[in-house]
Antibody, heavy 122, light 113 residues
Framework: QVRLVESGGGLVKPGGSLRLSCAAS????????MSWIRQAPGKGLEWIAY????????KYADSVKGRFTISRDNAKNSLYLQMNSLRADDTAVYYC???????????????WGQGTTVTVSS | DIVMTQSPDSLAVSLGERATISCRSS????????????LAWYQQKPGQPPKLLIH???TRFSGVPDRFSGSGSGTDFTLTISNLQAEDVAVYSC?????????FGQGTKVEIK
């Protein structure tokens, strides 16, 4: 059974840091591009970063570039998102998701985790 | 960035009737080399993550009921839910994966009339 489980969310003060994790199981993790997507309360979905299977290709949305870092450990079947200099508008549910097809990096997202909530507030 | 605009923001449809949602992209998401539209549709129920319904604009994802269909090309796309069921109450979002940053529509809320 293909599964993604996020963890690491919580309450953090503005300017603080947080590291999210996404544990993958049920598929060859090291073959797939992985993404982080977030959803602010009552808002739509916002893609924020992806990383290729070999970590060669990494892309970010402008809204998080320079503050967030996506990484992965294929040996541990895990995806990470290091979030620094957090702001109130980073408050959201953060989802990890996998590409539908291995390797390409140009495909829909077919499996999503349940999400982890990040709240940035003083 | 490619802006995805959905219409309407919400609609109420009677059980068994058809729901039609439009999605327009600010740029063409059809890639001539692959002859594909890089457009997906997702369903999201309250408190749940999105679920993939349609990819390549018109290909139903595995396990998705055939009452869900996608159409369109270039910049104009449609998601149609035929014979609406109670379990189809959700927010539906389109997404382009043609160019980074991938972008989503604002979502369309489907309710039962």
């Amino acid at each position: 059974q293909v599964r993604l489980v996020e963890s690491g969310g919580g309450l953090v003060k503005p300017g603080g840091s947080l590291r999210l994790s996404c544990a993958a199981s049920g598929f060859p993790f090291n073959d797939y591009y992985m993404s982080w997507i977030r959803q602010a309360p009552g808002k739509g979905l916002e893609w924020i970063a992806y990383i290729s299977s070999s970590t060669i290709y990494i892309k970010y949305a402008d809204s998080v570039k320079g503050r967030f870092t996506i990484s992965r450990d294929n040996a541990k079947n895990s995806l990470y998102l290091q979030m620094n200099s957090l702001r109130a508008d980073d408050t959201a549910v953060y989802y990890c998701a996998k590409d539908r097809v291995a390797v390409t990096g140009l495909d829909a997202l077919d499996v999503w985790g349940q999400g982890t909530t990040v709240t940035v507030s003083s | 960035d490619i802006v995805m605009t959905q219409s309407p923001d919400s609609l109420a449809v009677s059980l068994g009737e058809r729901a039609t949602i439009s999605c327009r992209s600010s740029q063409n998401v059809f890639f001539t080399t692959t002859n594909k539209n890089y457009l997906a549709w997702y369903q999201q129920k309250p408190g749940q993550p999105p679920k993939l319904l349609i990819h390549w604009a018109s290909t139903r994802f595995s396990g998705v009921p055939d009452r869900f269909s996608g159409s369109g090309s270039g910049t104009d796309f449609t998601l149609t839910i035929s014979n609406l069921q109670a379990e189809d109450v959700a927010v539906y979002s389109c997404q382009q994966y043609f160019s980074i940053p991938w972008t989503f529509g604002q979502g369309t809320k489907v309710e039962i009339k």
